[in-house]
């Protein structure tokens, strides 16, 4: 497909966001890859979070800060509350409740280094130790919600700001309010991405990139319809 009839058919206003109409179809096929990545990390998240609140109480959702509820607490059950919540909601309440570390295994937080994901990312804070666990956890929710709105709006995620940073960040704050800002760069989305899955369990990231395999088994093709 040529340059103008993309610009026509997706809008001159949209392709400026880009480097060039190629770096457009790339994006739209990233977006592809990761999606299914994305939505099963989102559900494992959203599943861990409730979990862990709901052995405290099991209404715990009905009892978030005003600013926190969800609408329509009457119109849903439980059940249909959490899996009604968007991935924004589940990284704001494991802030709130002081649980993001508790998503992921501690030697996973402990051996992660985000300088595999953008060689300038930073450890720690100037002068100071490493991140704490929560600290790094928070980032990661962060990033993953990130990727994800970025993703599921076909924004631009090959996209850096005018002093070459990657435009997909998140900050670090420590309680002194210093600030550590932490990137991926759009070839790392991926090996973010199944990093994560693998920290959950290791055939996730199989469980992922076979979607393809099952629909076709799904629809008997290539082998016996089950009955």
């Known amino acids: 497909m040529d340059d103008t009839k993309q610009r026509e058919l997706f809008s001159h206003g949209r392709l400026e966001g880009y480097k060039n109409t190629q770096e457009h179809e790339d994006n739209l096929f990233l977006i592809s890859q990761i999606a299914h990545k ?3 990390l989102e559900i494992v998240v959203r ?5 862990l609140l709901s052995a405290e109480d099991k209404d715990w959702i009905r009892k978030l800060p005003e600013k926190l509820l969800p609408c329509d607490l009457e119109k849903y059950n439980n059940d249909e509350l959490v899996s009604r919540q968007t991935m924004g909601f589940w990284v704001k309440v494991a802030c709130y409740h002081k649980i993001d570390d508790k998503n992921f295994e501690t030697d996973f937080l402990d051996s992660f ?3 595999k994901y953008f060689p300038k990312n930073k450890n ?3 002068n100071t130790k490493e991140f704490r666990r929560y600290q790094k956890a928070r980032a990661i929710l962060g990033l993953l919600r990130l990727i994800r709105n970025r993703a599921f709006h076909f924004e631009n995620l090959y996209k850096f700001t005018e002093n070459n940073y990657p435009r997909l960040n998140v900050a670090i ?3 002194e309010e210093n600030k550590v800002y932490i990137a991926i760069q759009p070839d790392r989305i991926k090996d973010f991405l199944n990093d994560l ?7 996730l990231i199989g469980y992922a990139e076979h979607q393809g ?3 076709e088994s799904a629809h008997g093709g290539g082998g016996k319809r089950s009955t």
């Open 38 to 40: 994305i939505g099963i």
């Open 173 to 175: 704050v420590n309680d």
């Open 113 to 115: 280094d985000f300088k």
């Open 47 to 51: 599943n861990k979070i409730d979990v």
């Open 197 to 203: 899955l693998a920290s959950f369990h290791p055939d």
């Open 124 to 126: 720690r804070f100037k």
């Open 213 to 215: 395999k099952r629909q």
